[in-house]
């Protein structure tokens, strides 16, 4: 009698999971990112633009009647959490997702998403392999390092002969970075160290005094905010007075709340300020008004989740390949502007500027 | 560049001793790793970030930055003594008895809980620890020593001393040795074993906690992942040492972080984790007890 009970709850347990992850009258989208861990503010501020998106075509009545459901995943940041996630997350049959955060969770997961038909759009994943692999359903609304690496190294240029230190962290995306950012250098500018930090560590004084050792003009750092803020911290500690140049993984105000003081100064490339384009300060204030601070990849999240949910929109059982050609071949209308595609799935614009630190705030670099 | 290699390294170590000497201690007495106390650390330095927000007093910090961080380190102590205590009745004690692998598994199953309680209930973001010290340190020509540095070089070899001094001299020290030795026995002569241990979580706890206070002033930053990290290598250190060897843990702390130093400065900071760990194994190959660690005939 008892092991009877037992399975009928299991089987309820099983219906009640199974008919929760169909959606039935719903049309069903995701966020992948790091909501635990180290870049849980990235994950944090993508989740938010997602959910404002969804919130505004539901007051607007859904599609076709149908009302969006956003399911969130969390892939810690981890290449392999976020391939089971992906896993998961067409198990439960979404359309498209919006995400991952981390080149190197993008890049395992997309080629699940693509073989299952599943849209992904990440809305920070620079490195370039994350398009270049030729999958049909994968699309970007950010840049690519070997755009953002070539601003970094032609920001360089005025400062003539000078040397600099690389640093990264071995992952694809900070480690791809400093490789372009070395690449496009040019023959004027020495190279006086290249080395390579743990993710997650926090006392970097070691590496650093071999930094301090060989008096380099610039040290450039591939990764995110949390070692470029200790990382910038620390050097200043040591008595390194040289130029800290990062890129978008380290533009975030908490990098500045990590390194204090010793951010001012700071280079960091990111896209062109969001506040000097007219269809933005809309996102902005709402976003504001409801999540407070807006955060690095805020608004790209919100812009590709309203690219798939568009192109939803325009058919409604589209497949995969539907969906993605709809989302190749339109020009959106979003709120950084116009976003076309390029046949690989990157947007055909996609400028960086140098942004530097001043009294504590992020500013463009004039 | 060597000598600031070395006393980077030197900090390191004092950090990773201090962690590692709860890890001992508690090997010592009941045969336990208790993976729990690298969460313990973490916990410490997280009571660091609150006592000085909460604190607020800016001013206090700004002028007496060395008793704002004495306090919260002896808060913190107080505090993860406390969570040490509770950890070894409510995790360790109802297994007493039961077998080496069981305690074992609780104190894994311990750390994820403790980790996840810290980051359900505080927030899974950086909790940025206040700069009390503003960059004040000594520069002696190419070598620069911040004031966290120094307070990490004070403060950790006062407080490995009064351990030694605690364990050699004392009553108390007297009954943890006796209890290490063989707790029977031991409680057969008196000493109540219950107590000892519970005596030896907390001040391993409060060892760790203030390791984590003094880590936080010196980094800025605290999570809550950075106990697991900062558990591994302390029992690294431990192990290296000679695990349930009090001045073992200490060494093995020194020399872990001399290690890692000099391999991340002179080789590449890549396999900075690389080099400890291969020493540890070249170490447990020659000397399988450890650096200090003697062969123990098997208790019966």
Redesign the interface.
């Known amino acids: 009698m008892r092991r009877f009970f037992l399975l009928a709850l299991f089987l309820i347990v099983l219906f009640w999971i199974s008919s929760g992850c169909k959606g039935g009258s719903h049309i069903v989208i995701g966020y992948a990112a790091p ?4 870049s ?2 990235m994950g944090d501020d993508i989740s938010k633009g997602v959910l404002l998106a969804v919130e505004e075509w539901n007051t607007k009545g859904g599609i076709h009647g149908k009302k969006i459901r956003v399911e969130g995943y969390d892939d810690r940041a981890d290449p392999k959490e976020a391939v089971s996630v992906a896993q998961r997350a067409i198990s439960q049959g979404v359309r498209g997702v919006i995400g991952h955060y981390n080149s190197s969770c993008t890049i395992p997961a997309s080629n699940l998403y693509d073989e299952a038909g599943v849209i992904m759009i990440t809305p920070a994943s620079t490195n370039p392999q994350v398009t270049s692999r030729g999958l049909k359903h994968i699309f970007r609304v950010c840049g690519r390092d070997d755009q953002q690496g070539k601003t970094m190294a032609d920001a360089l240029q005025p400062l003539g002969k000078i040397k600099v230190a690389i640093l990264h962290d ?1 992952t694809t995306y900070g480690q791809g970075l400093a490789d372009e950012f070395r690449k496009h250098l040019s023959s004027d500018i020495q190279v006086v160290l290249y ?4 993710r ?8 650093l ?2 930094v ?2 060989v008096q380099p003009n610039v040290v450039m750092f591939g990764g995110l905010y ?1 070692e470029g ?2 990382i910038t ?2 050097m ?4 390194i007075s040289s130029i800290f140049l990062s890129g978008d993984g380290t533009y975030d105000p ?1 990098y500045i ?2 390194a ?3 951010a001012e100064g700071a280079w960091l490339t990111y896209a062109p300020p969001a506040d000097e384009i007219p269809t933005a300060k809309e996102f902005l204030k709402n976003y504001q008004a409801k999540y407070g601070e807006v955060g690095p990849y805020s608004l790209f999240a919100y812009d590709a989740a309203n690219i798939l949910l568009g192109a939803i929109a325009k058919k409604v059982d589209a497949s995969g390949l539907e969906l993605a050609n709809i989302i190749r071949s339109t020009q959106w209308q979003a709120a950084m502007g116009t976003i076309e595609f390029t046949e690989q799935g990157d947007p055909k614009q996609a400028p960086y500027v140098m942004w530097t630190v001043e009294n504590g705030k992020l500013v463009v670099k004039k | ?1 060597l000598i ?2 070395l006393i ?2 030197i ?2 170590g004092c950090v990773y001793a201090l962690i590692a000497l709860g890890y001992t201690m508690v090997y010592g007495i009941m045969q336990l790793i208790n993976f729990a106390h690298g969460e313990i650390y973490m916990i410490g330095a997280f009571v660091g970030v609150i006592g000085l927000g909460w604190w607020g007093a800016e001013w206090l910090i700004t002028t007496n930055p060395w008793i704002v961080l004495s306090v919260a380190a002896l808060g913190a102590a107080l505090f993860a003594g406390g969570w040490g205590l509770a950890l070894e009745r409510l995790a360790y004690r109802p297994l007493r008895g039961a077998g080496r692998l069981q305690p074992l598994i609780t104190a894994l199953g311990a750390s994820i809980f403790l980790q996840n309680f810290v ?1 359900v209930s505080l927030g ?3 909790k ?1 620890f206040p ?1 009390l010290f ?2 004040k ?1 000594i ?1 002696l020509s ?1 070598i ?1 020593l ?1 004031a966290s540095q120094i307070a990490i070089l004070v403060v950790a070899p006062l407080l490995m001393l009064g351990l030694t001094f605690l364990v050699k001299r004392t009553k108390l020290g007297i009954a943890m040795r006796a209890t290490a030795q063989d707790l029977k026995m031991a409680s057969l002569c008196g000493i109540n074993p219950q107590s000892i241990i519970a005596v030896t979580f907390v001040l391993g706890s409060a060892l760790a906690a203030i390791a984590g206070v003094l ?1 936080g002033s010196l ?3 605290v ?1 809550f ?2 106990g697991y ?1 900062a558990g591994l290598k302390a029992f690294t250190a431990a192990v290296l040492g000679g695990i349930g060897n009090i001045p073992g843990a200490m060494l093995g702390g020194f020399v872990l972080g001399m290690i ?6 002179y080789i ?3 396999y ?2 690389v080099y400890a760990f291969v020493v540890l194994i070249i170490i447990l190959l020659l000397k399988p007890g450890g650096l200090l660690g003697e062969r123990v005939a098997e208790k019966v």
Do not use: C, W
């Open positions: 909501m635990t861990g180290e849980a503010k071995k080395e390579a930090i743990q997650g560590d926090k006392d970097f004084s070691a590496v005094t071999k301090k050792s949390p803020g200790l911290k620390q200043r500690d040591l008595g908490e709340r990590i204090g003081k010793a | 560049m600031q290699q980077n390294g900090v390191l980051m899974a973001r950086e940025v700069d503003h960059g340190g520069q190419t620069t911040s880590v980094y800025g930053v999570s992942y950075i990290q890692e130093a000099l391999g991340a400065g590449s900071s890549e900075k984790d």
